[in-house]
């Protein structure tokens, strides 16, 4: 069976995962995710509803961005790639890497204190010169 060895299985549920994933350590998939909380137990946030929360934040910094920058033609601001670290689905700590607009999961086995931490032990060595901070 073609790539049958390459497959990677949700950290959590078992079920296959389509490719792209498997170069990251203990993937978990959308289905799991779904249900992931933050340390309040509250459902986990990022992006738009991380960064800003709510619309009249979002136009708040938009106006002041266009304060900032003298220009009223600014019409939108990027949503930073950030959310809540770390999260938990089922009572398990998972990461996520928020990265492109999205994210993606990783299950910790060894109850990290932060996600390069998760990256030194989930990870085989990789070299010094492509590591950088919290990418
Ligand atoms: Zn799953």
């Given at each position: 069976?073609?790539?049958n060895k390459e497959k ?128």
């Amino acid at each position: 069976m073609r790539g049958n060895k390459e497959k990677s299985l949700c950290a959590i549920c078992g079920v296959e995962l389509r490719g792209g994933k498997r170069s990251y350590p203990n993937p978990v998939c959308g289905q799991c995710d779904s249900r992931a909380l933050n340390a309040n137990g509250e459902k986990a946030k990022w992006g738009f509803e991380y960064v800003f929360k709510t619309q009249e934040r979002y136009q708040k910094a938009l106006d002041e961005a266009r304060r900032h920058y003298n220009d009223n033609t600014i019409d939108a601001i990027i949503v930073p790639d950030d959310g809540e670290n770390p999260v938990f689905i089922d009572g398990r700590k998972c990461w996520r890497r928020y990265r492109f607009g999205g994210y993606l999961t990783m299950r910790d086995d060894f109850d990290c204190s932060d996600i390069s931490e998760f990256y030194r032990k989930h990870n085989k060595p990789r070299s010094k010169t492509s590591e950088k901070k919290n990418d």
